[in-house]
């Protein structure tokens, strides 16, 4: 198994965007960054590298 991690950066309120999807696991790629950089969702605010993972889940159901 291996669980497809992404580097992305991302701001406050986009990372709360990845926090609460179930099927994503969020978090600081590094904790010791200090330089903001532009948020690549909303290319508006700031913000700090995160690893984005793709949560497989393990039972799949499908439809109702
Ligand atoms: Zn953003």
């Known amino acids: 198994m291996n669980n497809q ?3 992305m950066t991302l ?5 709360k965007i990845y926090y609460s999807m179930p ?3 969020i978090r600081r790629a ?3 960054q ?3 950089e532009r948020c690549e969702i909303c290319q508006t605010h ?3 590298d995160y690893a984005v993972t793709e949560v497989q889940k ?3 159901r499908a439809g109702k």
Not at 11 to 15: D, E, I, K, R, V
């Open 34 to 36: 200090h330089i903001k």
């Open 30 to 32: 590094d904790r010791t």
């Open 5 to 7: 991690t992404q580097i």
């Open 23 to 25: 099927d994503q696991r």
């Open 11 to 15: 701001c406050a309120s986009c990372a």
């Open 58 to 60: 393990k039972d799949r």
């Open 46 to 48: 700031l913000g700090y």
